[in-house]
Each structure stands twice: as structure tokens, then as C-alpha cells.
């Protein structure tokens, strides 16, 4: 091991551990909060089975205005509510609060696209079979999108990522800001060189890992 990674070692370990806490708790938001929105969006557009035009709107209001925001300015938006939420707007728990709700809107038109995908005779057979609309969605639209979905997932993590290393702004550390804070700013360019050679090797696992299971469940 290169002696510079030694010298820093507890540091980039700990770098880590919070890349993960603040990735883990945004694919967790997407997941929970950004699949359910994602799906409200593709079933109350026009022609679909819950038609509703005012859920709708609003649902794809926010996930237009939150996509929009430079991430950096919706990090500094959000202070006095991550402040609220977590009592503090300084470190990695507070770092997750932004980084959650901009996995929601981000995965959720993911979905949306996911299940537009999805054939419109596939629903229309599932109707006709008797289905209800929660059938429908478990039984016959997510797993025919599955494929989609998980690769949407995969590339939103990859997008948590570097959404991430912006997070030394309120102190939430990981390995982006760690690499700046000692690689950059301290002039260690050749700590900066292995720490992004590790968020490269992050990266391809998730993609790898994504894209491997993504084929597994395409049937098509």
C-alpha cells in the first residue's frame, strides 16, 4: 500500500463510512418515497388508470423544481429545514436530508419513464383478467419495467455519488470532499489521484452489480 494512503488511512476509512451513510440513506429515499412517486406520476397521466390531472401537476411540479436546482444552492436552500428536521445543518446526517429528497425526485421520473416503457396491452390484459389497480401495478407493471427499474436505481446511486462530494459544504464529509479538502487544497495530488481511483472503483461495482441484475430480470 502506497505509503501516502497509510498516512491517512483511519481518514479515508471514515471518508468512506459516510459515502456510504449518505449514498445508502438516498437509494433508501428512492426506493421508499421516489418508487411510490414514480408510479403516481405514470398512473395519473392522462389515459392511465388513475387519471387525475391535479395529482398529477403537483407531483410533476416538484419533481420539475427540484431537478432543476443547482444541487449546490438546493443544499444551501434546504438549511433551515435539514435544520429542523435533524436539529443541526452541520454533518453526514444532516448531509442526507438534501441528498434524500433530491433521490426522490430524481428516481421518481426514472420510474416514470420505466413504466411509460411498459406496454399498454400488458395493462389492458391484466384489466380485462378481472385485476384491480394494485394488481395491476404489483403483479403485472413493475414486473414487467423491473429491468428498467433497477437500472434507474443504478444510476441514480451513481448520480448520489457525485451529488455526495458537494456535501462538505455543510460538513457532511465522504470521500469527494476528502479528496478536495487533502487532495486539492493541500496540494497532495497523488492522494487525490488514489482517492478518485477508489470513487471510480465504487462506481464501476454499482454499475456492474446494476446492469448484471438488470439483465437477469429482463425476460424480454
Do not use: H
Request: with cysteine.
Amino acid at each position: 500500500m502506497p505509503e501516502i494512503l497509510v498516512q491517512y488511512q483511519s481518514e479515508i476509512w471514515q471518508s468512506i463510512g459516510e459515502t456510504f451513510i449518505m449514498v445508502g440513506a438516498s437509494v433508501l429515499a428512492a426506493i421508499l418515497l421516489g418508487l411510490p412517486v414514480g408510479t403516481l406520476l405514470f398512473l395519473c397521466r392522462k389515459g392511465q388508470l388513475l387519471e387525475n390531472q391535479s395529482v398529477f401537476s403537483a407531483l410533476n411540479l416538484f419533481v420539475n423544481i427540484v431537478r432543476s436546482f443547482p444541487f449546490l444552492l438546493f443544499v444551501v436552500f434546504l438549511i433551515p429545514f435539514t435544520r429542523l428536521i435533524v436539529g443541526t445543518a452541520i454533518g453526514t446526517a444532516a448531509a442526507t436530508v438534501p441528498l434524500a429528497i433530491m433521490a426522490i425526485a430524481y428516481y421518481s421520473r426514472l420510474v416514470e419513464q420505466a413504466l411509460l416503457d411498459v406496454p399498454k396491452g400488458v395493462i389492458e390484459a391484466a384489466i380485462s383478467m378481472g385485476a384491480s389497480v394494485r394488481e395491476v401495478i404489483f403483479k403485472f407493471i413493475y414486473v414487467e419495467a423491473r429491468s428498467g427499474l433497477v437500472l434507474g436505481l443504478t444510476t441514480s446511486a451513481i448520480s448520489f455519488i457525485s451529488y455526495s462530494t458537494i456535501m462538505g459544504v455543510v460538513g457532511g464529509g465522504g470521500i469527494g470532499d476528502f479528496a478536495i479538502r487533502y487532495g486539492y487544497q493541500r496540494f497532495e495530488t497523488e492522494l487525490m489521484i488514489y482517492l478518485i481511483i477508489i470513487m471510480i472503483f465504487f462506481v464501476q461495482m454499482i454499475q456492474f452489480t446494476g446492469t448484471t441484475i438488470s439483465r437477469k430480470l429482463d425476460k424480454r
